[in-house]
């Protein structure tokens, strides 16, 4: 499965997420790939700490331009950290996503900033966007304080988004674990911010993975009837040889209208081959009743009266 982690407004907390989601599933055994678009390399710079002190397990981040990372065909997560910064491959990414996470802090201007992400999802993805799914990110500690309750009420009524309950608190141990290159349930295992990063991490993850290739299989939306679609799709997981080995046909299914149009041109074949059965039945008919070739048989005149 492809999660891709994106907000357009900045300060989110996107490469937060992203190292501590990687660092989680890294340490479930799962075959995960992680890559950073974000121009900024955040997330490469905390990957690269945590190699130089030999904190296990190592996390190896493919950093640059859509155009230079690698999606390979078993990973079971791929999940990519994305930056406005670089619209190209940030729309690119959209484009091959299973789903978009986006981290929202409590403000006014971040629910803002998600119903314009919404709209752009929808845009640059030809009114077929991905599944979004979004969550409070460093929501306030002080319970009296209603923020954080609004903004999740906001994020509920908005269209085009999933709004999941757990939330990530504005806890220091975030900043901390980060900029040390360690995962805040590693550095603080029985912290609140620990648990409650476990509980995201589990509703993401918690019901089964995917491969990349099975997240092909299982497009809905043909490439056969959007070239654009199908250009996004020729990344660099085709190197390889995936394109060679595995038909368009084989890899991703007609969709419910290529297959409705399909069935209805069996339909209307078949309805012209009965017609063209029935309009011999009938000629065949004529011929016998008229004798022969279709003469029809000369009837003599009718005698007059007294003749």
Not at 43 to 49: G, K
Not at 136 to 144: E, G, I, P
Not at 235 to 258: L, Y
């Amino acid at each position: 499965m492809i999660t891709v982690i994106a907000n357009l407004k900045g300060g989110t907390g996107k490469s937060t997420v992203t190292f501590n989601l990687a660092v989680w599933l890294y340490s479930t055994g799962r075959r995960t790939t992680v890559i950073d678009l974000d121009p900024q390399r955040t997330l490469s710079d905390a990957a690269a700490l945590r190699m130089e002190e030999g904190v296990e397990p190592s996390i190896h981040v493919d950093a640059g331009t859509f155009s230079d990372v690698t999606l390979p065909e078993n990973a079971e997560e791929i999940i990519i950290d994305v930056g406005a910064a670089d619209l190209g491959s940030f729309k690119q990414a959209i484009m091959i996503a299973d789903r978009i996470l986006i981290p929202v802090t409590p403000s006014q201007a971040d629910i803002w900033s998600t119903q314009r992400f919404v709209g752009f999802l929808s845009k640059n993805t030809h009114g077929n966007p991905p599944e979004s799914i979004t969550f409070l990110n460093r929501a306030d500690t002080n319970k009296t304080i209603q923020a954080s309750d609004e903004a999740a009420a906001a994020l509920d009524a908005l269209p085009g988004v999933r709004l999941i309950p757990q939330r990530l608190s504005d806890r220091a141990v975030f900043r901390d674990s980060f900029s040390e290159g360690l995962a805040v349930f590693e550095l603080e295992p029985r912290s609140i911010a620990s648990r409650e990063f476990k509980s995201l991490a589990e509703t993401l993850y918690g019901h089964g993975y995917r491969s990349a290739l099975d997240r092909l299989r299982k497009q809905k939306k043909s490439t056969a009837v959007d070239p654009e679609f199908r250009q996004a799709l020729k990344t660099p997981s085709a190197k390889p040889g995936m394109a060679d080995r595995i038909g368009h046909e084989d890899v991703i299914p007609p969709s419910d209208a290529e297959a409705a149009h399909k069935n209805w041109e069996q339909e209307q074949q078949g309805k012209k081959k009965h017609k063209t059965k029935e309009g011999k039945k009938r000629k065949k008919a004529s011929k016998n009743k008229h004798g022969g070739k279709g003469k029809k048989i000369k009837k003599g005149k009718k005698r007059k009266k007294g003749a």
